[in-house]
């Protein structure tokens, strides 16, 4: 059973900085994909960003320019660093692992910015 841990979420006023990591219980080379998502109350979960195994990324419009995802392998770790967030930025944000053999999540870490 793969685990993902998200921590790094918090409360931070607008134009602040956060930066969310995703740790896997396994090598993330086994994953050829991982990515971040978030819901916000009332809202389907959306995807903020991914990765790929072969390091390619891709952003959401509503944060590029201002969210980039990175991954260190060698901690088994995918980042997302939030910059100059706003208030719509505020929902709780997931990690998303797949491979051949499934899909995975963790349990999501909450990310409050005030106004």
């Known amino acids: 059973q793969v685990q993902l841990v998200e921590s790094g979420g918090g409360l931070v006023q607008a134009g602040g900085s956060l930066r969310l990591s995703c740790a896997a219980s396994r090598s993330i080379f086994s994953f050829n994909y991982m990515g971040w998502y978030r819901q916000a109350p009332g809202k389907q979960r959306e995807l903020v960003a991914s990765?790929?195994?072969?390091?390619?990324?891709n952003v959401a419009d509503s944060v590029k320019g201002r969210f980039t995802i990175s991954r260190d392998n060698a901690k088994n770790t995918v980042y997302l660093q939030m910059n100059s967030l706003k208030p719509e930025d505020t929902a709780v944000y997931y990690c998303?692992?797949?491979?051949?053999?499934?899909?995975?999540w963790g349990q999501g870490t909450q990310v409050t910015v005030s106004s």
């Open positions: 990765i790929t195994s072969g390091g390619s990324t």
């Open positions: 998303n692992a797949r491979s051949s053999l499934g899909g995975y």
